[in-house]
């Protein structure tokens, strides 16, 4: 029996884009989402917000033994859909399992700080 590697569902909380500051490397947080599938993910993102309605299914293709790389501050998905300043909260769905991981380049300070956070997986 083959031992499935990775989840349908994550939920990352702590979405909250930082300032892109004036020059490279730049202010972004990112999600990186990993098929070690040989079929392809079709992926699907909720958007959460504080204080307005929920931005859903957002889709993005996900080639089987393959990774990428979503930079949250740019327009994501098929839908090119622009995340507004202020705090979120994203959730993933796939039709196979995968492993995804949420990171966060802050630029604020001289000595940088970039980090990931393992998401909640169901």
């Not at 079709?42 to 929920?54: A, G, T, V, Y």
């Not at 859903?56 to 979503?70: A, D, H, S």
Request: aromatic share 10%.
């Amino acid at each position: 029996m083959c031992e499935e590697k990775g989840k349908k569902n994550w939920v990352f909380c702590d979405g909250d884009l930082p300032p892109a500051g004036d020059k490279e490397p730049y202010g972004h947080e990112a999600l990186m989402v990993v098929n070690l599938n040989d079929e392809t993910a079709d992926l699907s993102i909720d958007i959460l917000f504080e204080d307005k309605e929920p931005v859903r299914n957002i889709t993005q293709k996900l080639e089987g033994q393959r990774v990428i790389c979503i930079r949250l501050d740019k327009p994501i998905g098929d839908q090119k859909y622009k995340i507004p300043p202020g705090q979120y909260a994203l959730v993933l769905h796939s039709n196979v399992p995968v492993v995804a991981v949420f990171g966060r380049l802050d630029v604020r300070q001289p000595n940088l700080a970039y980090y990931s956070v393992q998401g909640y997986a169901y």
